[in-house]
């Protein structure tokens, strides 16, 4: 009889093996894109992350000096009044450029659906355009078409269910009915 055997293959190497190397096809357009993008990003992210560390830096050395003697608690309040004032400005600046992107894009979107209609005009150019006595011909024409398809299709649903009355008269036999009276 046949008894499973298990068999275990080490693979012991003198000397210095290098696997073989996989190919990875270059990447694609989009791929290349998404790459810049996400570079992009943790860019602005590390750029984010350094100034937030140096306000933090910044604002525990003035808490230090505050500690220390080497500063007034009026000082430290200045200072921060002045960092609330910075940060408001920049925050207004960064309102001030976003609206200026939102109003570029609804700009650009404006021609760009301008465009769109041109193009498609310049396609639709060639088709005529119907008057309002040309647009209720058509609507009578189509409406008579249906009415007429509806009398057809009724027409032979009322010819269908007559016949059909007809084949159940002529399969059932009349059931005769006898006039006895039962006495009590």
């Known amino acids: 009889m046949f008894r499973p ?11 210095h093996f290098e696997l073989p190397k996989e190919e990875t096809p270059p990447p694609t357009e989009a791929e290349l894109i998404e790459q810049e993008l996400r570079r992009k990003k943790l860019e602005y992210q590390r750029e984010a992350n350094k100034r ?7 604002e525990e050395e003035w808490q230090r000096r505050l500690e220390a003697g080497e500063i007034s608690e ?12 910075k940060e408001e400005a920049e925050k207004e600046q960064r309102v001030q450029k976003q609206q200026e992107r939102n109003r570029y894009a609804r700009e650009w979107a404006k021609k760009k659906r301008a ?40 027409q032979a649903k009322k010819k269908a269910e007559k016949l059909a009355n007809e084949a159940q008269a002529v399969a059932k036999p009349p059931i005769e009915t006898s006039k006895t009276s039962i006495a009590l």
């Open 5 to 15: 055997h298990s068999k275990s293959i080490h693979l012991n190497f003198i000397g």
């Open 52 to 58: 937030w560390y140096a306000k933090k830096r910044q």
């Open 74 to 85: 009026e000082e430290l309040l200045a200072h921060k009044q002045e960092l609330l004032a």
């Open 115 to 154: 465009k769109l209609k041109a193009e498609k005009e310049a396609e639709t150019a060639h088709i005529p355009k119907l008057t309002a006595e040309e647009k209720k011909q058509r609507k009578r024409e189509k409406h008579r078409v249906y009415s007429l398809e509806w009398y057809h299709k009724n």
